[in-house]
T-cell receptor
Framework: GAGVSQSPSNKVTEKGKDVELRCDPI?????LYWYRQSLGQGLEFLIY????????KSGLPSDRFSAERTGGSVSTLTIQRTQQEDSAVYLC?????????????FGPGTRLTVL | AQTVTQSQPEMSVQEAETVTLSCTYD???????LFWYKQPPSRQMILVIR??????QNATENRFSVNFQKAAKSFSLKISDSQLGDTAMYFC?????????FGGGTRLMVKP
């Protein structure tokens, strides 16, 4: 079946602009995760959604970052007033359920470049 | 806080040879899972192998196997009969709750 998809594949924006990144998880997966991959910080957890529960936002680096998940499926990560340090690859993953035992399947990522 | 360390930033191996990638982690948890993911230039993170901390038997998936030493908190990946398609970044990851904690990665180059 279809894997996790993300759009756009690449995004170039100017400092101070807002951007929206989209993630479509694998159908039937209730858990959805966002990670950020940057040269300086490696792979970092950002936010996690499980079903209709309140998301775990503990990894969001600042209040310029927010995410939502509509209808328990598609998720959008929004970065307001982008800064150059936001440049990174943003990876989305989904798993059948939440918890340590469930394998997380990743999308191809969105490469964000802030000029 | 849990940490995952991969001490080899880069490695290379000749095609058909065997290579071992190292990973250590620090945790106070007793029940957790460990993973190795592969990330080729396409950026897609692909699961290579996973290990449950409660299982003493080392996991094996075709040419990939792990050496899991729980007391030493070590989780190395062995790739046998290396192939050119194995060229990629390899990340060790830990999960004791919901999110994955990743190591810094090892860039593996398989040479013809």
């Amino acid at each position: 079946g279809a894997g996790v998809s993300q759009s756009p594949s690449n995004k170039v924006t100017e400092k101070g602009k807002d951007v929206e990144l989209r993630c479509d998880p694998i159908s039937g997966h209730t858990a959805l995760y966002w990670y950020r991959q940057s040269l300086g910080q490696g792979l970092e957890f950002l936010i996690y959604f499980q079903g209709n529960s309140a998301p775990d936002k503990s990894g969001l680096p600042s209040d310029r970052f927010s995410a939502e998940r509509t209808g328990g499926s598609v998720s959008t990560l929004t970065i307001q007033r982008t800064q150059q340090e936001d440049s990174a690859v943003y990876l989305c993953a989904s798993s059948l359920t939440s918890g340590r035992r469930d394998t997380q399947y990743f999308g191809p990522g969105t490469r964000l470049t802030v000029l | 806080a849990q940490t995952v360390t991969q001490s080899q930033p880069e490695m290379s191996v000749q095609e058909a040879e065997t290579v071992t990638l190292s990973c250590t982690y620090d945790t106070s948890e007793n029940n957790y899972y460990l993973f190795w993911y592969k990330q080729p230039p396409s950026r897609q993170m692909i699961l290579v192998i996973r290990q449950e901390a409660y299982k003493q038997q080392n996991a094996t998936e075709n040419r990939f196997s792990v050496n899991f030493q729980k007391a030493a908190k070590s989780f190395s990946l062995k790739i046998s009969d290396s192939q050119l398609g194995d060229t990629a970044m390899y990340f060790c990851a830990y999960n004791a709750g919901n999110m994955l904690t990743f190591g810094g990665g090892t860039r593996l180059m398989v040479k013809p």
